[in-house]
């Protein structure tokens, strides 16, 4: 399972946890990805979806036509 928003397509980004010795180690920076069940005004419908915490809170301030558009348009793939 892909740790990707399929909303905003937000995924993991590479970086360096870097200590006190200036000892560099590899890590890997996880969005932080929900799986939340948003009603879909547009299908009339509920559709679950794994999105990053930001998305969510852009959702319920500017709705769901989005989502509608990208449903649609089978860009994501819904359960």
């Known amino acids: 399972m892909a740790r990707r928003c399929q ?3 937000v995924g993991p ?3 360096s946890f ?3 010795a200036h000892n560099k180690t590899k890590t890997r920076f996880l969005p932080n990805l929900q799986k939340k069940r948003v009603w879909v005004q547009e299908l009339n419908k ?3 979806i794994k ?3 930001s998305a969510i809170k852009t959702i319920s ?3 769901t036509a989005h989502i509608a558009k990208l449903i ?3 860009k994501i793939k819904v359960r």
């Open 72 to 74: 649609t348009d089978k």
């Open 51 to 53: 999105l990053t915490t």
């Open 13 to 15: 980004v590479a970086g």
């Open 46 to 48: 509920f559709v679950t």
């Open 18 to 20: 870097i200590s006190h």
């Open 7 to 9: 909303v905003t397509g």
């Open 61 to 63: 301030k500017k709705g």
